[in-house]
């Protein structure tokens, strides 16, 4: 998801015939500003049974981008040359559902280890997305500030170059990885707290 902001500037005047290429002279070093969104856990008990011992944890990522381009209107009306000012963006996890068997009474004992267990994920997930900001940062950067100004004849066409400019930003090779990266992160998180099993032994204690 993304939005955009566009800023007109004023017509720079330069003699000779325009071409696409022309708008390597619009081309400005963008800024970049990456948010967490702010999260809440919702927790249900499905009517159908699931693990005892485990919960399921779904997680809700948020993945949007604010786009603020430049918009050069060449002389002559001669089209305009659509360029990324800004991003600001907002990665994260907005909102996790924890699924509970519903053996497990509402407050008993081990509702709450269950409960408690799966609350791990969720700080499994949300430590992941703290460690990775300077790559996100990096890796939306770099692909902001590898897109060159999208040439358009007509006004009406700028509303499609801003797709175009979201299209390659989000499909850059440095967003695509860091997000496999992230990815990798997690599972790997996430495995190493079931591996540990602590829950066993705390239901096993509840009476």
């Known amino acids: 998801m993304y939005k955009f902001i566009a800023f007109f500037l004023s017509v720079f005047v330069i003699s ?3 071409a696409r290429d022309k708008c390597v002279i619009y081309k400005t070093k963008p800024t ?3 948010n967490k969104p702010d999260w809440v856990k919702k927790v249900g008990q499905p009517l ?5 011992y485990h919960g399921n944890v779904v997680a809700t ?6 786009i603020v381009v430049n918009i050069d209107e060449l002389p002559n009306r001669d089209g305009y040359c659509i360029g990324v000012k800004s991003i600001n963006a907002i990665i994260g996890y907005s909102d996790f ?4 068997d519903m053996r497990h009474g509402v407050n008993s004992c081990s509702y709450k280890v269950v409960l408690e267990h799966e609350g791990e994920h969720i700080n499994a ?3 992941v997305i703290d460690d990775f900001q300077d790559d996100l940062k990096n890796s939306v950067y770099s692909a902001a500030n590898s897109i060159m100004p999208v040439y358009v004849k007509n006004d009406t066409d700028i509303s499609a170059a ?3 400019i979201n299209y390659k930003l989000q499909n850059h090779p440095d967003v695509v990885l860091v ?3 992230i990815s990798a992160a997690e599972e790997l998180r996430n495995a190493k707290i079931d591996e540990e099993n602590k829950q066993y032994k705390e239901l096993a204690n509840c009476k």
């Open 61 to 66: 990522l948020v993945d949007e981008y604010d």
């Open 125 to 127: 997930y949300l430590s």
């Open 48 to 52: 159908k049974m699931m693990d005892f």
């Open 16 to 18: 000779g015939g325009y």
């Open 97 to 100: 559902l924890v699924k509970v």
């Open 32 to 34: 970049v500003q990456i």
């Open 179 to 181: 997000k496999q990266k």
């Open 162 to 164: 801003i797709d175009e």
